[in-house]
């Protein structure tokens, strides 16, 4: 079965399954330019809906993961569990006062998200785009984030400049840093998994003791931290040495203390590697590594 029959087919599924409900089909632009096909179920005409994403139900079935059965009963079960019944009240967020203290920000691929870009307020730093969002917590919907766009920034009558003033205060103690030793993330990792961490992961102590994750509590596009005032140069008084970035994701990066910088293209291999073998797209936040150089306390693009 083609992806566009596979669609088709859950289409008519859900139509079968909720005959009074507004079924939509949409192309959602996610981070890096990724355009994800999503259809969302809204039985009651609400004014939020969850949207589910079928390219990766796609791959599964397509893998022969799982049969087709499977795969509409798992998004039918989305969204049951995902099921608002009442219209969520948005109107706090027409005024600026009522959000200006939940606004964070995140850091993006500057080339990857040009179109983005084009959408919403955004400072550049280095290569990456520092982008806005709100966090916004709801009895029905949970918490969750809005991206901040220019309508919004116009409506409010303020600049980017001045949403980074908020965000560079608020999104430490909205989403605090975390360094976690890259010896016990893998033993994190690995118990979540239930899988022993003796028989899965080589003899690499040494290695593992001087590598540390830098993320935020949430893990939730985590290697915005880099921007959290004056944490870069703390790590480097901690480590006593300047360090390597590597930026594994969007949601995390690894650290890496030494004061040689001969590691330079090893890193970027390993980034570049990484990027087009284990990420998704979605996921990238760049193809090189970065340093931190303790005697200038300043962060350099390689």
Request: net charge negative; charged share 25%.
């Amino acid at each position: 079965m083609d992806y566009n029959t596979f669609i088709s087919s859950i289409e008519g599924y859900l139509r079968d399954q909720y005959p009074n409900a507004e079924i939509s089909l949409s192309k959602v632009t996610k981070n890096n330019g990724v355009i994800l096909d999503g259809i969302s179920v809204n039985e009651n005409r609400n004014n939020i809906c969850e949207t589910i994403y079928l390219n990766r139900y796609y791959d599964l079935y397509s893998k022969g993961l799982y049969s087709l059965d499977e795969i509409k009963e798992a998004i039918a079960d989305v969204h049951r569990k995902s099921f608002i019944s009442d219209p969520v009240d948005f109107s706090f967020f027409r005024e600026y006062s009522e959000v200006k203290d939940l606004i964070a920000f995140k850091l993006i691929n500057l080339m990857m998200n040009k179109e983005l870009l084009t959408t919403v307020p955004h400072l550049i730093y280095l290569d990456f785009a520092i982008v806005f969002y709100c966090m916004i917590e709801d009895e029905s919907i949970g918490r969750g984030t809005v991206l901040i766009k220019n309508s919004h920034m116009e409506a409010w009558n303020i600049t980017a400049e001045e949403l980074f003033e908020v965000a560079v205060k608020n999104s430490p103690k909205l989403l605090p840093s975390k360094v976690i030793g890259m010896d016990e993330f893998l033993r994190q990792l690995h118990v979540k998994r239930d899988i022993p961490f003796e028989e899965s992961v080589p003899d690499t102590s040494d290695e593992l003791c001087n590598m540390y994750i830098l993320t935020n509590k949430d893990k939730y596009y985590g290697a915005s931290v880099l921007m959290y005032e004056n944490l870069l140069s703390d790590l480097s008084d901690r480590f006593l040495s300047s360090f390597f970035i590597i930026p594994s994701s969007i949601h995390e990066v690894i650290l890496f203390p030494t004061n040689n910088r001969n590691h330079l293209n090893e890193f970027n291999l390993m980034v570049k590697e990484v990027n087009s073998e284990s990420l998704d797209r979605e996921d990238i936040l760049s193809d090189h590594a970065y340093f931190y150089d303790r005697d200038n306390r300043a962060l350099y693009a390689s």
